[in-house]
């Protein structure tokens, strides 16, 4: 979903790493240390302002239930 919305309005979609801990309020004008290890995914939509942080695990979680299904 994340990469076909992208380049559909890729100037109003930030995607930004979360390391150490995920950030509610996060500000993508903002560097994202990169010391530590990625916990997931913030995207957030700069026309609307909202943002949802998507943890490490539910990826892994989804990814291992597609490869699953597809069997």
């Known amino acids: ?3 076909a919305y992208r380049n559909y309005r890729s100037n109003t979609v930030v ?4 390391r150490g ?3 509610a309020n ?3 004008c903002r560097e994202v240390p990169e010391d530590g290890t990625m916990t997931g995914l913030t995207v957030m939509d700069r026309e609307t302002g909202k ?5 490490l695990s539910t990826m892994e979680a989804d ?9």
């Open 15 to 18: 995607v930004v790493k979360c």
């Open 63 to 71: 990814i291992r239930r597609r490869c699953n299904d597809s069997d």
């Open 51 to 55: 943002s949802v942080s998507i943890p």
């Open 21 to 23: 801990v995920l950030l």
């Open 26 to 28: 996060l500000d993508p």
């Open 1 to 3: 979903i994340i990469p």
